[in-house]
């Protein structure tokens, strides 16, 4: 079957991959033309995605990444995968989403089955993408959404094992998009709407962002204490019902956990509702950076003027690129108000802000330990004995404590 990506991020690759090693012939298109010659060659930026089986898809005709939209025409379905951002006032920014409908309005004139796995507020299917895709269209379309859970670089979850959650506007758009889904995928839940699909997508994230806050919480009040947070969740996490893990941090990023729950907390004013609980979480994981600034001051005697501090690791989370909301930079922010010269060594960011990625200092006044991807060698600090301070969810095993 012939289908069209819309965005070839991180969803929209990891997809074009999946359907196409499952026997579809995928047109990948995004705006981005750099991104796209780079795909072209083989080159994905997505962690977790094997380079040489890209370059296999695309020899084999199969896979073909492009910015002509005009090749979407005559693909049976067509997936919708652009980012679903904030804006400035941490509102839902749907501009990728319709741009992408409208390039489908323009070029699509067969019948056509549309999906969205963008994340986005129960009814935005319904009342936003439909009606984009369908004005002053001749053609038939039909709708599902699917919305996508993948996790980058989860070695053990991926697009196969990962249940599909899937709802159309009408059974046989469910149908469609089930049968699909199951060529690549393992397990599908028939979800009743559209928009329970959609809010259990927000549920998902929203409940990671609660509990990622209510971690950090503690450990703001444990360090009052001198007690490490980390420690309290391992003694907590050996009651094998009723616990589920989550670690301290310097805050959330990336372009889910700190993200959608903007989308629930937008939705419940939208429908005179509250989200109490979701607006509290997301303003303690805003905060986190401030306080870990704070904590570091305290610990180095309550002055950061021209103290030197290199941080290792600044994208969101360990194994990616990375730095959507990446809380590093509200910390670098912070400690530079503070007084410190900040540094960072990150070698697969490389390059932030036009900034480049320093080699690991071992003269610095203190290391922060923030995102310990496999790729950085902890050597130098280790042999010159630098003041090294361990703020990653990761474990590293260099003799340095966890702080948090
Ligand atoms: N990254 C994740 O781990 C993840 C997981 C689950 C769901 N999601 C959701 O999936 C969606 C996509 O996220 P992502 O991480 O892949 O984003 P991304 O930024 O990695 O990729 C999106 C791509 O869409 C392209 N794009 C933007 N506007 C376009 C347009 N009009 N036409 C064609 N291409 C366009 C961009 O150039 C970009 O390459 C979001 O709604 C996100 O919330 C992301």
Redesign the pocket.
């Not at 069209?4 to 999946?18: E, P």
């Not at 009052?224 to 050996?238: F, M, P, Q």
């Not at 530079?336 to 690991?360: C, N, R, Y």
């Given at each position: 079957m012939k289908i069209s990506i819309?965005?070839?991020?991180?969803?929209?690759q990891t997809l074009a991959v999946g359907a196409a090693m499952s026997g579809h012939e995928v047109i990948g298109?995004?705006?981005?033309a750099e991104?796209i010659s780079d795909l072209a060659c083989g080159d994905s930026f997505v962690p977790g995605l094997d380079k040489k089986l890209i370059s296999e898809i695309i020899a084999k005709k199969v896979y073909l990444p492009t910015t002509d939209f005009e090749l979407m025409k005559g693909s049976k379905i067509v997936i919708i995968?652009?980012?679903?951002p904030i804006d400035r006032n941490r509102e839902p920014d749907l501009n990728?989403v319709l741009?992408?409908c409208k390039?489908i309005n323009k070029v699509v004139i067969d019948p056509t089955l549309i999906i969205s796995?963008?994340?986005s507020y129960p009814g935005t299917f319904r009342d936003v993408i439909k009606p984009t895709v369908e004005k002053g269209s001749k053609t038939t379309f039909t709708f599902a959404v699917a919305p996508?859970?993948?996790?980058?670089g989860n070695q053990d979850w991926n697009i196969s094992n990962t249940a599909r959650v899937i709802s159309g506007l009408t059974e046989e758009a469910t149908d469609r998009a089930i049968e699909f889904y199951s060529s690549f995928c393992k397990s599908i839940y028939r979800a009743s709407s559209p928009e329970v699909a959609e809010a259990a997508k927000l549920l998902e994230n929203t409940f990671r962002q609660v509990n990622i806050a209510l971690i950090n919480e503690v450990s703001e009040v444990m360090s009052k204490l001198g007690i490490s947070a980390n420690e309290v969740v391992n003694a907590a996490s050996t009651k094998p019902f009723g616990f589920m893990k989550f670690q301290p941090s310097i805050g959330v990023g990336g372009?889910?956990i700190p993200v959608d729950p903007e989308y629930l907390t937008y939705f419940a004013k939208k429908v005179g509702s509250e989200s109490k609980l979701t607006n509290l979480a997301n303003e303690i994981n805003l905060q986190r950076p401030k306080q870990i600034a704070q904590r570091i001051k305290k610990h180095l005697g309550g002055d950061l003027t021209g103290v030197r501090i290199q941080m290792a690791g600044i994208a969101y989370k360990t194994g990616v690129p990375d730095m959507r909301e990446s809380p590093a930079i509200e910390l670098i922010t912070e400690l530079s108000e503070l007084g410190a010269v900040v540094s960072w060594h990150d070698p697969i960011v490389k390059t932030f802000m036009a900034q480049k990625s320093l080699p690991l200092d071992p003269s610095v006044n203190l290391g922060l330990i923030v995102t310990p991807h496999r790729e950085i060698n902890f050597k130098p600090w280790e042999e010159a004995d630098t003041p090294v301070i361990d703020l990653s969810v990761g474990q590293i095993n260099l003799g340095w404590s966890k702080y948090l």
């Amino acid at each position: 079957m012939k289908i069209s990506i819309i965005g070839q991020g991180y969803v929209g690759q990891t997809l074009a991959v999946g359907a196409a090693m499952s026997g579809h012939e995928v047109i990948g298109l995004d705006i981005n033309a750099e991104l796209i010659s780079d795909l072209a060659c083989g080159d994905s930026f997505v962690p977790g995605l094997d380079k040489k089986l890209i370059s296999e898809i695309i020899a084999k005709k199969v896979y073909l990444p492009t910015t002509d939209f005009e090749l979407m025409k005559g693909s049976k379905i067509v997936i919708i995968a652009v980012p679903t951002p904030i804006d400035r006032n941490r509102e839902p920014d749907l501009n990728a989403v319709l741009a992408a409908c409208k390039s489908i309005n323009k070029v699509v004139i067969d019948p056509t089955l549309i999906i969205s796995e963008s994340t986005s507020y129960p009814g935005t299917f319904r009342d936003v993408i439909k009606p984009t895709v369908e004005k002053g269209s001749k053609t038939t379309f039909t709708f599902a959404v699917a919305p996508e859970r993948v996790d980058p670089g989860n070695q053990d979850w991926n697009i196969s094992n990962t249940a599909r959650v899937i709802s159309g506007l009408t059974e046989e758009a469910t149908d469609r998009a089930i049968e699909f889904y199951s060529s690549f995928c393992k397990s599908i839940y028939r979800a009743s709407s559209p928009e329970v699909a959609e809010a259990a997508k927000l549920l998902e994230n929203t409940f990671r962002q609660v509990n990622i806050a209510l971690i950090n919480e503690v450990s703001e009040v444990m360090s009052k204490l001198g007690i490490s947070a980390n420690e309290v969740v391992n003694a907590a996490s050996t009651k094998p019902f009723g616990f589920m893990k989550f670690q301290p941090s310097i805050g959330v990023g990336g372009h889910c956990i700190p993200v959608d729950p903007e989308y629930l907390t937008y939705f419940a004013k939208k429908v005179g509702s509250e989200s109490k609980l979701t607006n509290l979480a997301n303003e303690i994981n805003l905060q986190r950076p401030k306080q870990i600034a704070q904590r570091i001051k305290k610990h180095l005697g309550g002055d950061l003027t021209g103290v030197r501090i290199q941080m290792a690791g600044i994208a969101y989370k360990t194994g990616v690129p990375d730095m959507r909301e990446s809380p590093a930079i509200e910390l670098i922010t912070e400690l530079s108000e503070l007084g410190a010269v900040v540094s960072w060594h990150d070698p697969i960011v490389k390059t932030f802000m036009a900034q480049k990625s320093l080699p690991l200092d071992p003269s610095v006044n203190l290391g922060l330990i923030v995102t310990p991807h496999r790729e950085i060698n902890f050597k130098p600090w280790e042999e010159a004995d630098t003041p090294v301070i361990d703020l990653s969810v990761g474990q590293i095993n260099l003799g340095w404590s966890k702080y948090l």
